[in-house]
């Protein structure tokens, strides 16, 4: 009789659970009611105005208005926001504005004031979608190549070491153009310094995974087949002349085991980098830093350091919401950087990395994501305050994008993180979710989508969810945004392949293959001439309005 029961119990489970699939259709979806609205407390009041609104446009319209800057640029500085795609510079400004108290829409991030904005075709010669290292090459050296490669042209593939050894498969980076112009130069990240997306300015390699000797080996190759990137870095050019140098991943340039070191044990086989650099800055009598900690960058000062090198995780450095208080965020980094660099009379190149927004997303982790993108947009903000605009060119971009969408017709001002509205089969969904990675979720025992009610959205390690599995979320292949600011940033507009970037950046700056061209205004800022100049117009206009005026009173005119 139990047994009875029991089947009885299970099948009128089952029968419920059909009854509320085949029923779906009747569910009414809290999103699509046409006569629901925010409550009005929300919105700026101003906003049911005509004239706000008009006014707001005027106003971009004016800034748009403003003359072109034409001046060369004494110094181009490159920030790459690592997998930020549209969609997350959106979201992101949403974040931005809620953690203010605002409903976020109606705001923005810093960069995105600046004036010339364009869009970027990320793809490699072999891939649709791209990674970091093909993405590198072209952003770096104004040639695309193929899927993993870096500083290479698409004729070496993965495994080809002699390849990539050969000067005419290596195109130069825009850091040794920069450098040969008598620039100084830098590279900062808040990943592996080695890492694929740094390693575009100074390494040729096959394979992106070759960051130390160790890495080549357990990919089954012959260590000696090439040199690894971190010893590309320290040992060849333009690496060893790359003043300052800062971010993460430590083991990539110390040996597993190094007795009588200072500097610790790593994951090479052999050579401690950190002593050959240190010993390459001394033989060159040149007044050198290496850190390892906030504290120690903190006490470098600017004005007698000329190379700098820093690595303070043994790995990628940590997210900025996980507080690592011992290792500096992304703006310091930068600050310190430029305050080094900005020393050389002639200029420098300067390239900045927010890795990190693409870390995150690979883990379907949209929080940390957008955290990310505000790190990246305070350095350049710090990096605006530290530099003129009218001999500084700054240029930001993504290498590539990321799945993470946002869809749904969630009210102004909801959660950029939380849920809205139900489906059509009953159950809430987030705004933010992602086409594939580790967010996704197994149906229900009964074929149900997993509900999401009671998840914490807000936790910075919460996966968002994902349409396919897989054990990290892939690339998104969409174009990407450039924007610009400073000398010749007008350039930027538009749509173009990712390799034209250095070249219109190098244009700017009239350094390396477009050191000069057919058409060629540019010129160095003088930034006494303009008040000079303005002062002897409005004196000849004030003689001129005197002359006029005695002409009409004696009736000479």
Avoid at 246 to 267: A, D, I, M, Q
Avoid at 379 to 398: R, S, W
Wanted: glycine share 8%; with cysteine; aromatic share 10%.
């Amino acid at each position: 009789m139990a047994s009875y029961r029991f089947h009885l119990f299970v099948l009128a489970i089952i029968f419920a659970a059909a009854l509320s699939v085949s029923s779906a259709d009747g569910i009414k979806e809290e999103d699509s009611d046409p006569y629901k609205q925010i409550p009005s407390a929300a919105i700026n009041p101003q906003e049911y105005d005509i004239g706000y609104w008009q006014n707001k446009a005027l106003k971009t319209l004016d800034n748009k208005l403003q003359k072109l800057n034409e001046n060369r640029a004494k110094n181009v500085i490159f920030f790459l926001g690592d997998g930020m795609s549209v969609a997350t510079i959106t979201a992101s400004r949403m974040y931005k504005g809620q953690l203010e108290n605002r409903t976020g829409e109606e705001g923005h991030l810093f960069f995105e004031k600046f004036p010339f904005v364009g869009l970027s075709k990320t793809y490699c010669v072999d891939r649709q979608v791209p990674d970091s290292a093909c993405t590198s090459t072209a952003y770096m050296t104004g040639v695309k190549t193929n899927f993993k490669g870096i500083g290479i042209t698409a004729k070496v593939q993965q495994t080809d070491c002699k390849g990539a050894k050969l000067e005419a498969n290596r195109p130069s980076s825009i850091v040794q153009w920069a450098q040969e112009a008598g620039k100084a130069t830098g590279v900062v990240t808040n990943t592996r310094i080695t890492h694929a997306s740094p390693a575009g300015a100074y390494a040729h390699i096959s394979h992106r995974d070759f960051e130390c000797d160790n890495d080549i080996v357990a990919l089954k190759m012959d260590k000696t087949c090439t040199d690894d990137i971190a010893r590309q870095l320290i040992e060849e050019n333009p690496g060893k002349n790359i003043k300052v140098l800062l971010g993460g991943g430590r083991n990539k340039f110390l040996p597993k085991s190094n007795p009588n070191s200072t500097h610790g044990t790593g994951s090479r086989i052999s050579k401690d980098l950190i002593a050959a650099w240190k010993q390459d800055k001394l033989n060159r009598k040149e007044n050198a830093a290496y850190v390892t900690n906030i504290v120690e960058l903190d006490k470098v000062n600017p004005e007698n350091t000329d190379y700098l090198l820093g690595l303070f995780n043994p790995e990628h450095m940590e997210y900025h919401l996980d507080d690592a208080k011992e290792e500096p965020p992304l703006w310091k980094m930068t600050e310190k950087a430029i305050k080094i660099l900005q020393k050389e009379k002639n200029g420098f190149f300067l390239f900045v990395e927010g890795g990190e927004i693409d870390m995150a997303h690979h883990e379907d982790q949209a929080k940390r994501a957008l955290d990310e993108t505000l790190e990246f947009d305070k350095a350049i903000e710090t990096a605006a305050k530290l530099t003129d605009e009218q001999d500084t060119l700054i240029v930001v971009t993504a290498d590539h994008a990321h799945t993470m969408t946002i869809n749904g017709y969630p009210y102004r001002g909801n959660n950029i993180l939380g849920l809205f509205g139900n489906s059509k089969d009953g159950l809430p969904y987030s705004t933010l979710s992602y086409a594939n990675g580790l967010g996704y979720r197994k149906e229900s025992f009964l074929g149900g989508r997993y509900n999401l009610d009671k998840d914490d959205t807000n936790n910075k390690d919460y996966r968002f969810p994902a349409m396919v599995p897989k054990k990290k979320e892939t690339h998104g292949g969409e174009d990407v945004a450039v924007y610009a600011r400073g000398p010749w940033a007008h350039l930027f507009t538009g749509n173009y392949e990712q390799n034209y970037i250095p070249i219109a950046e190098a244009y700017a700056a009239q350094i390396g293959p477009a050191a000069t061209t057919k058409q060629d205004t540019r010129q160095d800022v003088k930034p006494n001439a303009s008040s000079s100049v303005s002062i002897s117009v409005n004196i000849l206009s004030l003689l001129s309005c005197f002359l006029i005026t005695l002409m009409v009173k004696f009736h000479k005119f």
